[in-house]
């Protein structure tokens, strides 16, 4: 019996090579089977799929209402992987900060945008409750 659930995620590329020099290079993604349609990362222990469009891609307005990407349980990885983004000549779609502080839901994050347009949040939660519960606050977000 499978006791760990996997999440899968599917996102347009236009090139192959590119979505391994980010998501493997610069994110630490191993690179899984591939083709001339589609990539397949394993992206910190969860499936993200390249898939080759021709369809025009363009930069979104702002990082709502559609970003992915993924919540560290230790603070010193959300550390490693910002320092590792900064040694790279990548421009960080929005610099590190810190959202709520000394609330709950107090945690640091920042964004980044891919080759293609998608946008990546990374952060860390100070109190792990906070990435499930709290339910009694209502603050998601900046908005």
Known sequence: MINQVIF???????DINEAKKFYGDILGSKI????QYAIIF????HQLVGHITTENLTPPASIYPRHFGLIFTEESDWNSLLNRCKNYPLELYQ????R????????KTFFLQDPFYNIIELKFYRHYDA???ANHLISIGDR
């Open 42 to 45: 394993d992206f910190y222990g």
């Open 131 to 133: 990435i499930f519960g």
């Open 32 to 35: 899984g089977r591939e083709n």
């Open 95 to 98: 610099k590190e900060k810190l």
């Open 100 to 107: 709520f502080k000394d609330q709950l839901t107090e945690h």
């Open 8 to 14: 899968h995620l599917a996102i347009p590329i236009k």
